[in-house]
T-cell receptor, first 115, second 111 residues
Framework: DVKVTQSSRYLVKRTGEKVFLECVQDMDHENMFWYRQDPGLGLRLIYFSYDVKMKEKGDIPEGYSVSREKKERFSLILESASTNQTSMYLC??????????????FGSGTQLSVL | RKEVEQDPGPFNVPEGATVAFNCTYSNSASQSFFWYRQDCRKEPKLLMSVYSSGNEDGRFTAQLNRASQYISLLIRDSKLSDSATYLCVVNLSSNTGKLIFGQGTTLQVKP
């Protein structure tokens, strides 16, 4: 069974802190994604990656960066956390294929609170 | 206008009822469509893909209407365990990698 593991289930940080959210998948998937989920807004794509060291901006990349040094690991970085980045963060992965994003496997999410 | 729109609900139905959700999408170039299910405080999981000809998986039927740009999900004989949020998902292109999620429709099945 595919496993996507996010390092923390709950995280509390202060405004201005640098925050790292880690995601690891164990199925050798090429594609990895970071979403945030907010009430009334649904899931919104922050960044995604199709390969090691490759990244592309999603719909809301401002205030975030990512790192993919190894195939299994995709990190989301908040350079200077702000209160409007309080949210549920979901990592996902999928295999490369004709339709690479048909089935996403999600991690269990990290609820980040920025105070 | 949102790219993918759903009625957030909640839809409250008794066990055994038939319930249907609709979802509209704005981009006529959208290529693939899906329904995901998300339980409270859990991650989304793929429920079913939606094909042009319509498709069925047990008590669940998904349909696509490209002319009107909407997809639907029909659940027959609702079970308590069907209580969840159902997310409509659209892929604009198989090459872009961008899945657009609706905000979800919440279903509560009551005994």
């Amino acid at each position: 069974d595919v496993k996507v593991t996010q390092s923390s289930r709950y995280l509390v940080k202060r405004t201005g802190e640098k925050v790292f959210l880690e995601c690891v998948q164990d199925m050798d998937h090429e594609n990895m994604f970071w979403y945030r989920q907010d009430p009334g807004l649904g899931l919104r794509l922050i960044y995604f990656s199709y390969d090691v060291k490759m990244k592309e901006k999603g719909d809301i990349p401002e205030g975030y960066s990512v790192s993919r040094e190894k195939k299994e690991r995709f990190s989301l970085i908040l350079e200077s956390a702000s209160t409007n980045q309080t949210s549920m963060y979901l990592c996902a992965s999928s295999p490369q294929g004709y339709r690479p994003n048909e089935k996403l496997f999600f991690g269990s999410g990290t609820q980040l609170s920025v105070l | 206008r949102k790219e993918v729109e759903q009625d957030p609900g909640p839809f409250n139905v008794p066990e055994g009822a038939t319930v249907a959700f609709n979802c509209t999408y704005s981009n006529s170039a959208s290529q693939s469509f899906f329904w995901y299910r998300q339980d409270c405080r859990k991650e989304p999981k793929l429920l079913m893909s939606v094909y042009s000809s319509g498709n069925e998986d047990g008590r669940f039927t998904a349909q696509l209407n490209r002319a009107s740009q909407y997809i639907s999900l029909l659940i027959r004989d609702s079970k308590l365990s069907d209580s969840a949020t159902y997310l409509c998902v659209v892929n604009l292109s198989s090459n872009t990698g961008k899945l657009i999620f609706g905000q979800g429709t919440t279903l509560q099945v009551k005994p």
